[in-house]
């Protein structure tokens, strides 16, 4: 008999799920992190990092190997058949993409974060879903996980097998749980002769899921003697006995991706294939995003790129009442606001890669809001290269060359950029996760006081000891080297804004005091201002790299020194319009009149608005798929793109 898939949490039990997983301790120091609490730590991104001699002469070798088979790639023959064709992962493994982070020792290139982030952007050139298969697999697959927290044992066997192109993937989420881990079907259970789990449940969205050789699957270990139990995560083949890909799923854009349902029954996997401990699954998953999500910042910059060069050359030659249409005003302000971003996404992105590569800092809330700022503002960008281009842009690339034109599929990278907002982790669950991470000296200074389930007698105490712990902090908020005109001087037209930035961090900080004055334990509840205040924190730490990294080209005599400030000057002034506003929002806005609009909404209270129309999905399925462990029923849709690179004995 099928036995039911669902699990049911309390919100206290997700809550403490995430918060047991997540890494408490801050062992090295975070240029975002002090910013949140209104401490300006430039000294920690400034001198500019840049990859050692040695890194930069390995990335560059590898890019002009790479670079030729990339131009050959036509990105329209995927998107034409929705599938990447076979060749083009065989050429992709020849060059070694499967290993780009992969140590050599194992058969990978060794490249750092920022040459693995340059080789995403040149591949994802080609077609973002080549970006996708190649960063999913590296990412967050199998490789990444290994490298953190994998045996020696586990390292040799399953490296070198990454590297010569067995394709991996993540399996985490499923039909009914996204970022709600504590809801999760999946088990492995302990087999009676010790040595090996038994995996039963179904995976959504297993990006390469239909053609991985190697998975990394998260599942519940049922808690026994001799068992901790918890979400574990464990490497497994995936043409194991008991493994069936039933689904390839369609998407608006990414239409090469190869994402499916997974259906685990019985599925035998030796004890010696679990990463970590029990119960580090999430932990280990957690750990691995901290770097794995500059990959998404990695593409989106790359289509910022290719969208200021189609902007410039398009805006140059079309002309309308006489002149280019990019000398019109309405026209030009795009442009300046594609170029200016553009800057500050690369400065963002190779700030944070050199960070990582560096491991001076802990870097885990500085990716996150690389991730979330750059999903953000490339969607806008994208969105603006439509509107440049007019009836153009909203046409297909097959259907322009079809007519004779240029083939610019600015339709489609609407359409395949639209997914980093959700990839990873949404915005609204990154900015969450950043704020408790930017909170976290908060929480620990005011205690019980923000602890919704604590008694009055435990938040009097809290209070107390609060108050003597921001005694000392809170003035420091008021005064700071942005109040004076001399600091910063060195870096001549951008000092004005490093300082704005200063004054803008100690604001910030306050404005959070203030909340957790006013709302106490209820903040949690408040995750509009907390977004906003996360978005503020996007733009300061962007417009930090972009000064930062105009200075050092500056000071270095760069050719394309002086335009680099240009383009910093400009973005910092863009940016801090929409900081300004970000913070007049944070006290003026509509929050509680739409979270009374909101419950009237789902209480049905304005169900006759929906009159006049008719919906065609209705009847067509659930909401939600219901789904039962058990075997499958369906046909085996797993079709690996290569050979296996199974050693067998």
Partial sequence: MATPAKVDATEEQARALVEE?????????????????????????????????????????????LRPFCESLDGTVIEAQSKIPDEYVKGLAELGCFG???????????????????????????????????????????????????????????????????????????????????????????????????????????????????????????????????????????????????????????????????????VRVPKRNLIGREGDGLKIALTTLNAGRLAIPALCTAASKWSLKIAREWSSQRVQWGRPVGEH??????????????????????????????????????????????SEMSCTIADELVQIRGGRGYESSASLAARGERAVGAEQLVRDLRINRIFEGSSEIMRLLIAREMADAHMKAAGALVDRNAEFKDKAKAAV?????????????????????????????????????????????????????RWQAALEYRQCFLGRIVDIGAELFAMSAACVRAQALRTAGAPEGRAAEELADTFCAQSSVRVRKLFAALWDNTDDDDRTLTRGILDGKYKWLEEGVFDPSEGTGPWIAEWQMGPSSEPNL??????STRVTT
């Fill in 21 to 65: 997983s997540r890494e408490t301790s801050w062992a090295k120091p975070s240029f975002a992190k002090e910013m949140f609490l209104g401490r300006f730590r430039l000294d920690l991104i400034h001198p500019y990092p840049q990859p050692s001699a040695q890194d930069t002469a390995r990335t560059e070798a590898y890019l002009a190997r």
């Fill in 100 to 266: 780009l982070k992969i140590p050599e020792s194992y058969g990978g290139q060794g490249l750092s974060q920022f040459g693995y982030n340059r080789s995403l952007m040149l591949v994802g050139s080609a077609h973002p879903s080549l970006g996708v298969l190649l960063s999913a697999h590296q990412s967050i697959g199998v490789p990444e996980p290994l490298k953190l927290a994998g045996t020696p044992e586990q390292k040799a066997e399953f490296l070198p097998r990454c590297a010569a192109g067995a394709v991996s993937a993540f399996l985490l989420t499923e039909p009914d749980v996204g970022s709600d881990p504590a809801r999760m079907a999946s088990t492995a259970t302990p087999t009676e002769d010790g040595e090996a789990y038994e995996l039963n449940g179904v995976k959504l969205w297993t990006t390469n899921g239909v053609v991985a050789e190697l998975l990394v699957v998260m599942a519940k270990v049922p808690k026994s003697e001799g068992h901790r139990g918890g979400i574990s995560a464990f490497v497994v083949e995936a043409d194991s006995p008991g493994i069936t890909v039933e689904r390839r799923n369609a998407f608006m854009g990414l239409r090469g991706i190869e994402n499916g349902v997974t259906r685990m029954h019985n």
């Fill in 329 to 374: 005003a309405a026209v030009g302000e795009k442009l300046s606001f594609i170029a200016a971003t553009t800057y500050a996404l690369e400065a963002a992105l190779d700030l944070s890669a050199a960070m990582c590569d560096e491991g001076r800092n802990d870097i885990r809330i500085e990716a996150a809001l690389a991730k979330l700022w750059a």
């Fill in 465 to 517: 000891g609060a108050a003597g712990s921001y005694a000392k902090w809170f003035p420091q908020l008021a005064v700071g080297a942005g109040t004076v005109p001399g600091p910063y001087a060195e870096f001549g037209p951008l000092a004005k804004h490093l300082r704005f930035v200063e004054r803008s961090s100690r604001k910030q900080a306050r404005s959070l005091v203030y909340a957790m004055a």
């Fill in 638 to 643: 797993l079709r690996p793109f290569l050979p």
